[in-house]
C-alpha cells in the first residue's frame, strides 16, 4: 500500500499552487508516463496498478491500488499508471528562431494542443502571460501527449519581455495584413491571444506587425480556434 502522506502529496498536486510549492507535477497514462521518464525531466516517484507494465528501464516502480489510484487520480477513469515528476529549470530563449508568445489562453486542452504544435513544428520555446492556464495542469498535460518535456514554457510579464527584444513581434488579429501576403522572416515572435478577447491592448501596442489568416468561407464564422490557428501559423512560419 501506499502511505497516506505520499496519497495526499499526489491528491494535493492538482492544485496550481501545490505544485509551485513542491516543484513537482503529475502525469498519468502508460505512454505519457514512459515518455516523460525518456526525457531529461527528473523522476520524484512511479506508481503503476501493475509495475511490470511500465517500460522504465532500472526505475522503482511502485505499486498502487485501484482504490488509491481513484482517490489521487485527476481522471474519471484512471487508466494504472501514475508518475510525479520535477518541474525542469526555465532555460535561456534561443533567439535564432521562432518564439511563440501566449497572452491569456485560458483552455487546458488549447494549450495543451499548442504545446503539441509546437513540438511538432519544431518550435523549441513559448513564453506564456501570468493569466495563462498553467501547462502543469493535469488537463494540459493530457492533450500534450508527451510533448511537454521538449518545449521550453516560461511565465512572465509579456510588456516587459516584448519591450526588451530585438526580434520583430508579429501579433494576430482579425484585421491584420493576410499571411498569405506577408514575407515571414527566419526568425521571430509570434502572439496568439485570449480565446475570446484576443490579444490584449497593451500587449498590441508592442507588436511591430498584425497578421491575420484570410477567410474564405461564409462571414458567419467569427474566428478560429486559437490552437487551429496556431497551427496554420506556425506551418506559415516552417514554410
Known amino acids: 500500500m501506499v502511505v497516506k502522506s505520499e496519497l495526499k502529496l499526489i491528491k494535493s498536486l492538482q492544485q496550481k499552487k501545490c505544485r509551485n510549492e513542491h516543484g513537482l507535477f503529475v502525469v498519468e497514462g502508460k505512454k505519457t508516463v514512459e515518455e516523460v521518464v525518456n526525457s531529461n525531466t527528473k523522476v520524484y516517484k512511479l506508481f ?5 507494465g511500465l517500460d522504465v528501464s532500472s526505475l522503482q516502480v511502485n505499486a498502487i491500488s485501484n482504490k488509491e489510484l481513484g482517490q489521487v487520480s485527476s481522471l474519471k477513469n484512471p ?3 501514475l508518475g510525479v515528476f520535477y518541474m525542469p529549470e526555465q532555460t535561456e530563449h534561443i533567439l535564432s528562431d521562432w518564439i511563440l ?4 489562453i485560458q483552455d487546458p486542452g488549447n ?7 509546437c513540438d511538432w513544428f519544431g518550435i523549441t520555446d513559448i513564453v506564456c502571460s501570468a493569466t495563462t492556464v498553467d501547462c502543469y495542469n493535469a488537463k494540459v498535460l493530457q492533450a500534450t ?4 518535456t521538449r518545449v521550453n514554457i516560461q511565465y512572465t510579464d509579456l510588456e516587459t519581455f516584448l519591450s526588451s527584444t530585438k526580434l520583430p513581434v508579429y501579433g494576430t488579429f482579425m484585421d491584420g495584413v493576410s499571411v498569405n501576403d506577408s ?21 498590441a501596442a508592442l507588436c511591430t ?15 478560429l480556434n486559437v490552437a487551429s490557428a496556431t497551427s496554420i501559423l506556425l506551418h506559415e512560419i516552417r514554410k
Open 48 to 52: 503503476a496498478v501493475n509495475p511490470s
Open 79 to 81: 487508466n494504472g499508471y
Open 101 to 104: 508568445v501566449l497572452d491569456g
Open 111 to 117: 494549450l495543451g494542443t499548442i504545446i503539441r504544435l
Open 145 to 148: 501527449m508527451g510533448s511537454i
Open 183 to 203: 514575407k515571414l522572416p527566419e526568425k521571430g515572435i509570434m502572439i496568439m491571444g485570449n480565446e475570446g478577447k484576443g490579444v490584449s491592448n497593451a500587449v
Open 209 to 223: 506587425d498584425r497578421l491575420a489568416i484570410p477567410q474564405f468561407g461564409e462571414a458567419t464564422t467569427e474566428s
